[in-house]
């Protein structure tokens, strides 16, 4: 079946550094979402991709899908510790958005 | 914006007893809401996908048995964990979407289930 990857599992930073997660699909992929998750909260939708070779921007957050629609990367500029949590991508995987996987996520730790 | 509400958000419940949750859709209207579990430091898991009018969709792997889902309206989509055990003891959260191509995912604060 179709399968979502994250890399890294877990990524840890001093306040101001760079983070990047990336999210590949065994299969392509109808449109990709990123979600957050706080300690204790619910995943929170961030941004949806639906092009080939989307790039999006939400302050210092850059999301990327790629050429193929097969992969997808968020990159956070000069991280925060409100940044703090794990981000998820999901791949849908209908032709009508509704229907996602969930990648394993990317838990993202920064030190004051 | 959509607020999706979940309830209960804990529960501790003896062995072989039943656990119904409930996912409300507060100020929209959806067809089509998602069940998922999450273990500790762990994705989502899809478990099922709940539609209003007609039976859910399991995935493979999830007892349909063992995991009732109803969704009875356009706003309110329910689980049932029947004869709990311990080992069905995990966070379960819903999501709900508007409907529309490409609309995301609302989800509900989730229901932390602990079976003894």
């Known amino acids: 079946g179709q399968q979502v990857m994250q890399i890294p599992q877990y990524q840890h930073v001093q306040e101001g550094e760079d983070f990047t997660t990336y999210c590949n699909s065994s299969?392509?992929?109808?449109?990709i979402q990123w979600y957050k998750q706080r300690p204790g909260g619910h995943p929170v939708f961030l941004i949806q991709?639906?092009?080939?070779?989307e790039v999006k921007k939400q302050k210092r957050l850059t999301f990327q899908f790629g050429e193929a629609k097969k992969n997808s990367s968020l990159h956070i500029t000069a991280t925060q510790t409100t940044d703090v949590g794990t981000y998820f991508c999901a791949g849908g995987r209908d032709n009508y958005g509704q229907n996602f996987v969930f990648g394993p996520g990317t838990r993202l730790s920064v030190l004051p | 914006g959509a607020v999706v509400s979940q309830h209960p958000s804990r529960v501790i419940c003896k062995s072989g007893t039943s656990v119904k949750i409930e996912c409300r859709s507060l100020d929209f209207q959806a067809t089509t809401m998602f069940w998922y579990r999450q273990f500790p430091k762990q994705s989502l898991m899809l478990m099922a996908t709940s539609n209003e009018g007609s039976k859910a969709t399991y995935e493979q792997g999830v007892e349909k048995d063992k995991f009732l889902i109803n969704h009875a309206s356009l706003t309110l989509s329910t689980l049932t964990v029947t004869s709990a055990h311990p080992e069905d003891s995990s966070f379960y959260i819903c999501s709900a979407s508007q409907g529309r191509i490409n609309s995301p995912l609302h989800f509900g604060n989730g229901t932390r289930l602990t079976v003894t």
């Open positions: 299969t392509t992929l109808s449109n």
């Open positions: 991709l639906v092009k080939s070779g």
